[in-house]
């Protein structure tokens, strides 16, 4: 069985996508920073994959636990897919650039671009020797429209749809798609509209097929819309 790495498995679309993997015969190691409710998301996989679940509460920024995440997928053996899906919003409720903490997007750029590199690069041994590497980069919309309050979010976001691209240049036998979900009733979008109600978003469990399509099929490298494949997988922009 091929092993992925889900990151932000907690919740979410993470939890999403590690159940449709799962379901699909992948091993997987997930992570997210908070232990408990990782812990009841990896024995809901457990379900779905007995035995070939390694679950590691940590934070994706601290290099140990990235290197625990390699080890993790080294022992599973056969990595094959690495889904960058841990983020942060950055400070909530969202401000305008003019006041943005620049402290605070230091540490946005470490979990939302540093992060994803460090883990490719932890595990690229291990995709070196993959039957088919795929890293998978997940984006938003904010990183290509010029939303007001969503600068630090969304330069994050595109700095990653650029690493994105260039690793793609850079490894041509690779995938490396960037994916963007859409609008979703998630945690973190509650977040960035506190207080409203955000039940007409669709629910991460809704774009999974979609993804899923994605992951097993020959697409090139390039940014995707899960919006777009679900009409039919049409590569948006290809680097």
């Known amino acids: 069985m091929p092993t992925a790495i889900v990151t932000g498995a907690s919740r979410g679309l993470g939890e999403a996508v590690a159940q449709g993997l799962a379901g699909e015969g992948w091993s997987l190691v997930v992570d997210a920073r908070g232990a408990e409710a990782l812990e009841a998301v990896a024995h809901r996989l457990e379900q779905l994959a007995p035995g070939r679940v390694r ?5 994706i920024t601290d290099p140990r636990h990235v290197a625990a995440l390699a080890d993790a997928a080294g022992e599973m053996g056969d990595l094959e897919l690495v889904v960058n899906n841990a983020s942060s919003l950055g400070v909530a409720p969202l401000p305008p650039l003019t006041v943005y903490p620049t402290d605070r997007l230091s540490e946005l750029l470490a979990t939302n671009v540093i992060a994803p590199l460090a883990l490719i690069q932890a595990v690229e041994a291990q995709l070196r020797r993959a039957a088919r590497p795929r890293v998978m ?5 904010a990183a290509v429209e010029a ?9 994050s976001k595109a700095a990653l749809e650029h690493l994105g691209a260039v690793l793609a240049a850079e490894e041509p ?12 009733r998630t945690q973190m979008h509650q977040d960035a509209f506190p207080g409203e109600d955000i ?6 469990s809704t774009v999974v097929a979609s993804l899923l399509r994605l992951v097993g099929s020959a697409a ?9 494949l ?6 948006e922009v290809s680097p």
């Open 230 to 235: 679900r009409a039919g997988l049409r590569e």
């Open 199 to 204: 039940s007409d978003r669709p629910e991460p």
């Open 147 to 155: 939303y007001p309050g969503w600068g630090g979010y969304g330069a």
């Open 55 to 59: 679950a590691l509460p940590g934070d």
């Open 173 to 184: 036998s690779w995938a490396v798609w960037t994916v963007d979900p859409g609008d979703l």
């Open 220 to 228: 090139r490298s390039g940014r995707y819309r899960l919006a777009d």
């Open 137 to 141: 980069n997940i984006t938003s919309d």
